[in-house]
């Protein structure tokens, strides 16, 4: 199921649910561009630069990776040679438990809460 899923708008409750029912979640709009419904996260934002630079990695790769690390399917769409080789470098770092709860913060409270 595709849904909105980035680092500024997440939904949780419906990513276990989908889970817990065997169902892939897919992200629509995972690096929260101009064209996501809710605004993202720039990529220029201080937070995820620092943990980017820290893992030698562009900030977009960070933020594929973590999509990627909670189950869920980041389909990004680009033209850019350069850039499709760029998303699939996301696959070869890892994040850790705290990264990845620092990058779960970085969205508004409450924004994409829904129960299932």
């Given at each position: ?33 101009p064209t ?33 690390h909670k ?46």
């Open positions: 199921n595709q849904v909105e899923w980035h680092l500024g708008y997440h939904n949780e409750t419906l990513r276990a649910a989908m889970a817990r029912e065997g169902v892939v979640l897919e992200a629509w709009g995972p690096l929260g561009g996501a419904g809710h605004p993202g996260v720039a990529l220029d934002d201080p937070r995820l630069k620092d943990l980017a630079a820290r893992h030698g990695v562009s900030a977009a790769q960070v933020a594929l990776r973590w999509s990627v189950g869920v399917a980041a389909v990004t769409v680009t033209c850019s040679k350069t850039h499709a080789l760029g998303d699939l470098a996301a696959f070869a770092m890892d994040l850790t438990e705290d990264e990845v709860a620092l990058l779960d913060g970085l969205a508004p409270a409450g924004i994409a809460e829904l129960v299932v």
